[in-house]
């Protein structure tokens, strides 16, 4: 198949683009690499050993767009490109609006018109908002609490939508829990804007040095120490969700909603303690008060995904500690340093 990845060089988009290119699938990439870099491109090509075709350009750029998929035969989409910093959605909705759904809908409008009805999207967790309890299935009522979750609600919304007015288009929602880790090899991996805000990406910053402590936002959480609990899943688990789920649209077309997380929560003081051990450093932290927004703990119910793909996450958390930690040591200044 020709798989068109919109979001490409980003975080999980290149971790998913190598995982195409290693089960032999062709792919082209659309990225305005506005927080993304092209070198992970270039390491991903090197991974595989294999080429793919690269497109600088901003999905919300209809004629772009429409040229894009005039120059090749694709067969599926999966829309990875958006925005996902909370706060910054808070404080710039018109943006988060404008490039997370404006794009979605000039994506699905240009798809449209090549005759192209596969697309895997890329979803959260954050659709559920505060759930009523753990874990959680998909089934759940949803609901947004940030102009980011809410662009990502919308954009199932539309989704749904479409596949109702003409059930010849096929969706695979994937509902993210919270993606670590990068390939073992350490040549790719998450490369956030500035400070990081995620828990992962800052911890191994700390234990670098660039950073004195932790912040760890509550220990007064109903849990069993206090501290939040989340799902985190290793990123390679969770690009190869994305094959598992183009496969079987292929095999049995429709639409599809699916959480990929392990089913299993780590609280943030166990994430500290398991980056230590990953480490081999001392990871300082402080306990902070709440952050806004923040649930005290969500998990996923991973089994629909495991019936409906056939996937199940496999890879635990040392092993998302070390390859996280790998790619830490091995790129201290993300892509922006080494070659
Ligand atoms: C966050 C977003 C979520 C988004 C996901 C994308 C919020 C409220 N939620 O998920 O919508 O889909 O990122 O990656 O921003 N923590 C600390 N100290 C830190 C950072 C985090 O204690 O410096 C804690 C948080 O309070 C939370 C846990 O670590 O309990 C995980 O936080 P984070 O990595 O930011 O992910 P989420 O908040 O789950």
Redesign the pocket.
């Known amino acids: 198949m020709t798989i068109l990845l919109t979001g490409g060089a980003g975080y999980i988009g290149s971790h998913t683009c190598l995982e195409l290119l290693r089960a032999g699938h062709q792919v082209v990439v659309v990225d305005n690499l506005s927080n993304s870099h092209a070198k992970a491109l270039d390491r991903v090509r090197k991974l595989a050993g294999k080429d793919l075709v690269f497109h600088r350009e901003d999905l919300r750029d209809a004629l772009a767009m429409e040229r894009i998929f005039s120059t090749a035969d694709i067969t599926a989409v999966i829309h990875f490109a958006a925005l996902?910093a909370?706060?910054e959605s808070v404080q710039k909705p018109l943006l988060y609006w404008d490039n997370n759904v404006t794009g979605t809908l000039v994506l699905l409008e240009q798809m449209e018109k090549a005759g192209v009805r596969t697309m895997v999207f890329s979803s959260?967790?954050?659709v559920y908002g505060d759930p009523a309890s753990v874990p959680i299935r998909e089934d759940f009522p949803l609901s947004a609490v940030?102009p980011?979750?809410m662009t990502k609600l919308t954009c199932e919304r539309i989704l749904g939508d479409i596949y109702r007015g003409d059930p010849a288009w096929n969706v695979a929602l994937l509902r993210?829990f919270?993606?670590v880790g990068a390939d073992p090899s350490g040549e790719i991996g998450e490369d956030p804007n500035g400070i990081?805000?995620?828990?992962?990406p800052?911890i191994t910053q700390v234990a670098i040095g660039k950073h004195p402590e932790?912040?760890?936002?509550?220990n007064d959480y109903p849990t069993p120490d206090g501290?939040?609990?989340?799902d985190f899943i290793h990123v390679t688990d969770l690009s190869i969700g994305h094959l598992r789920a183009l496969e079987r649209l292929e095999a049995c077309p429709g639409f599809l909603v699916c959480n990929l997380g392990t089913g299993r929560g780590y609280s943030?003081l166990e994430?500290i303690k398991a980056m230590e051990q990953a480490s081999g450093r001392k990871i300082p932290y402080r306990i902070?008060p709440?952050?806004s927004?923040?649930?005290a703990e969500?998990w996923a119910d991973p089994s629909r995904a495991r019936a409906e793909l056939g996937w199940s996450a496999t890879r635990g958390l040392d092993q998302m500690c070390e390859d996280a930690w790998n790619w830490q040591v091995k790129n201290p200044e993300g892509y922006g340093g080494g070659s």
């Open positions: 996902k909370v706060g959260s967790c954050t940030n980011y979750g993210y919270n993606p990081p805000s995620n828990l992962v800052y932790v912040l760890v936002y509550g501290t939040g609990v989340r943030v994430m902070a709440r952050r927004g923040d649930v969500a």
